[in-house]
């Protein structure tokens, strides 16, 4: 099992940045596909963006295009969602999981961290 923890949320005005940051203990992250993802007040949880276990390919959702960008350090065992231009569609909670890349579903969840951004 892989221990995750969100921080670098907050207030931002639109047009500003964020960086969020993943800590994962409990393992090491080179055999772990990472992701990220959001649920908005009285949404579901949805996709963000993931990122495979060397770094080497990521995916995006529409929405964030060219906007976010998901990056991880596996000798820190943290992974990264810089996020710029933000919009205030993009309030909601972040969260990181884990996926073993022998697996197909996300197993491991940190507890999130609030994102507002502010018109």
């Known amino acids: 099992q892989v221990q995750l923890a969100e921080s670098g949320g907050g207030l931002v005005q639109a047009g500003g940045s964020l960086r969020l940051s993943c800590a994962a203990s409990?393992?090491?992250?080179?055999?772990?596909?990472m992701g990220w993802f959001r649920q908005a007040p009285g949404k579901e949880r949805d996709f963000v963006a993931h990122i495979t276990c060397s770094g080497g390919s990521t995916y995006y959702t529409d929405s964030v295009k060219g906007r976010f960008t998901i990056s991880r350090d596996n000798a820190k065992n943290t992974v990264y969602l810089q996020m710029n231009s933000l919009k205030p569609e993009d309030t909601a909670v972040y969260y990181c999981?884990?996926?073993?890349?022998?697996?197909?579903?996300?197993?491991?969840w940190g507890q999130g961290t609030q994102v507002t951004v502010s018109s």
């Open positions: 999981a884990a996926r073993h890349t022998l697996l197909r579903e996300y197993h491991d």
């Open positions: 409990g393992r090491t992250l080179s055999s772990y596909v």
